[in-house]
């Protein structure tokens, strides 16, 4: 009379009348691993693209700095120079920092498709597993109330 009870079998039994679909988690992490490898593509993209800019920015400022440090025969010349460079450094800044926002943009519209379409896609596969789990937990509620033959 003082030996517990043994509930192994009947958790056993229990977890048996109840089975849980591995392949929904699977779809899951697929869905996911999916989702991540675009968003990388659209991040690396994005970063190539910005230094692409940045490097063109950096090459033009760097050639507009050896206009503006070649020696000059007259003093004016030199103040031309510096107004010519302040003027082009403006232009470049303008030019550059429009080309940032358009990466900036196509990387915004492009997360927006992507969480639409894993939005849906997120919705198609629970709706799925959820009608699986609905069939496979009436068809164990029957087994189990089906009477012993």
């Known amino acids: 009379m003082t030996k517990t009870p043994d509930f192994s079998k009947v958790m056993q039994d229990m977890m048996a009348a109840f089975p849980v679909d591995a392949s929904a988690m699977q779809n899951a992490f697929k869905t996911q691993a999916a989702m991540a490898e675009k968003m990388s593509k659209v991040t690396l993209e994005a970063a190539e693209k910005s230094t692409e800019i940045t490097a063109k920015w950096a090459k033009d400022t760097i050639a507009r700095f050896g206009d503006l440090a070649k020696a ?3 003093p004016t010349e030199y103040t031309k120079a510096a107004t010519d460079f302040a003027s082009a450094a403006a232009e470049m800044a303008a030019e550059n920092l429009a080309a940032f926002a358009e ?8 997360t927006v498709e992507l969480m ?4 849906k896609d997120m919705q198609d596969d ?6 699986k789990a609905t069939t496979d ?3 164990a509620a ?3 109330t089906a009477p012993a033959k």
């Open 72 to 74: 000059k025969s007259e």
């Open 103 to 110: 990466v900036a943009k196509k990387v915004q519209m492009e």
């Open 116 to 119: 639409l379409a894993a939005g």
């Open 126 to 131: 629970a709706t799925a597993a959820v009608k």
């Open 137 to 139: 937990v009436t068809t």
């Open 142 to 144: 029957k087994k189990a």
